[in-house]
């Protein structure tokens, strides 16, 4: 259906249908499971969610960067519909087909690096990074995993015990899986000009070395830009430096890019930016247009190594997913949307910037194209303002924004709209931020931009 690409309220947010879901929902669904939205979807597309009671918001978080090529993006619903009615499953461990090749034959073609290559693929996010690490794992013969502060790698155990932040993630659900050290990140924001990226790299290793020998690592896994922690961007030569130091010392450097992957920096992949070139590749969310699916695409003698049948899952690679992922690789590449990502960044850091200028709460605007945060602080400080930023969020919300948040302090807005929103929704969707912001907290009024 075609959404009309407008920001329309008929109804108080929630309406009367959403409040009956949720009143439905409450007694069906477990309390652990939390939502961003008061208001329950019931089409999407373009730069519009309308809601069960025909409420129209403007989209700037694609359900978690996943729609990044728009919720129905016209080749991934042609596709999907094809495969739907050829075969719904075999299971690729069963009796294989084209589709989960071809994924792999574009994975291997799409991610940094011109080394011969395989990809594995699977459901989830957390799955894939499993995966990564069990492939590291195997092919170095070594336990150890690096991973860094305020980092996010999913919710299964071994993920958990690599991502960083206790609540929600972590409280009550211990004990995690061992193996795992811990290291700083390049935080520019916090670290101040005094740590350049390869300051910050020498400070990690350090850290790490003093956790775990070399020797011992089978893995270093990093997200280029982190997502959940705040979309923190590493200082230039951070990145380059890790991955020279795993080099040397038989480490597989291991990119996260669930988040940060297809189009979605203004880069097909994050790393470029760096010009890094990972061991491993993770992916997932932007992936397949909305289905689930998820990769570990990387050097053909690491992904070779674990024995045949130690790979796999009843889902993996799934017929729809890959059907969809071939859809949205393909509308990427035709559509140009890396260069849309990078001009959506421009659009909305220039905004954002302004912001800062006038207001003293917005401490930081980082980010790279369609991934942009905003961070909140104490007033002229670093010290985070995670009330400030709920506040501005659900301030939006009721005017018909989707805006989430994110960050270990719960302080930063974070931007993620689809890569088929217009400018004039994207602006309208800044302006209804800003307005938010303004009105928030009348001790510090903002100026106008
Ligand atoms: C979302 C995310 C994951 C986990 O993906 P799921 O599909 O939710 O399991 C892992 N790493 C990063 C960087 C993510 O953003």
């Known amino acids: 259906m075609d959404i009309p690409q407008h920001r329309l309220l008929v109804t108080g947010v929630p309406g009367p249908r959403s409040l009956r879901l949720a009143a439905r929902r409450a007694a069906a669904v477990a309390f652990g499971v939390g939502s961003t939205m008061p208001v329950f979807a019931a089409h999407a ?31 991934v619903v042609a596709a999907v519909q094809e495969q739907v009615a050829a075969f719904t499953h075999t299971c690729f461990m069963v009796t294989p087909y084209e589709g989960y090749v071809a994924v792999a034959e574009a994975l291997n073609r799409l991610t940094p690096g011109r080394h011969e290559k395989r990809t594995a693929l699977f459901n989830s996010g957390a799955e894939a990074v499993e995966n990564a690490v069990k492939i590291a794992r195997s092919a170095t013969g070594r336990p ?32 995690f899986a061992g193996e795992v050290v811990r290291a700083p990140l390049s935080y520019p924001f916090r670290d101040g000009p005094a740590v350049d990226g390869p300051a910050a790299a ?56 669930v988040q940060t992957g297809f189009a979605r920096t203004g880069a097909m992949f994050a790393c470029e930016h760096e010009g890094v070139v990972p061991d491993l590749v993770v992916t997932a969310k932007g992936i397949a247009g909305g289905l689930p699916l ?31 992922a071939l859809a949205a690789i393909e509308t990427v ?27 003293p709460r917005v401490g930081d605007v980082r ?49 993620l709209p689809p890569l088929s929103i217009s400018d004039d929704l994207l602006t309208e969707g800044l302006d209804v931020l800003a307005g938010s912001l303004a009105a928030t907290s009348p001790l510090c009024p903002a100026r106008p931009v």
Not at 380 to 406: F, K, S
Request: aromatic share 4%.
């Open 333 to 359: 590449e035709a559509g140009e949307l890396v260069a849309r990502a990078a001009a959506i960044g421009d659009l909305m850091t220039t905004r954002l910037r302004g912001l800062r200028a006038a207001d």
């Open 367 to 415: 980010g790279r194209g369609a991934m942009i945060a905003v961070e909140l602080v104490e007033p002229g400080t670093t010290t985070p303002d995670p009330a400030l930023a709920r506040a501005v969020a659900a301030a939006a919300h009721q005017q018909g924004v989707i805006v989430l948040t994110c960050g270990t302090d719960g302080n930063v807005l974070r931007l």
């Open 45 to 75: 597309g373009g730069g519009v969610l309308v809601d069960v009671d025909g409420n129209q918001f403007i989209d700037l978080g694609s359900g978690i960067a996943v729609t990044t090529v728009g919720a129905s993006a016209p080749r």
């Open 294 to 324: 998820s990769a570990v695409t990387g050097r053909a003698d690491l992904m070779d190594a674990p024995q045949v049948g130690g790979l796999g899952g009843t889902y993996g690679g799934n017929p729809l997913a890959c059907a969809a």
């Open 202 to 257: 020498i400070r990690a290793i350090d850290e790490i070395r003093r956790q775990a020998a070399a020797e011992d690592l089978a893995a270093l896994v990093i997200e280029p830009i982190q997502g959940e922690g705040g979309f923190i961007e590493p200082a230039p030569g951070f990145l380059p430096a890790l991955a020279s130091w795993c080099r040397a010392n038989g480490v597989v450097f291991v990119a996260d890019e």
């Open 144 to 175: 150890g995993i690096a991973v860094f502060d305020h980092a996010y790698h999913g919710r299964t155990n071994l993920t958990m015990a690599m991502t960083a932040k206790e609540t929600p993630y972590k409280q009550g659900f211990g004990p």
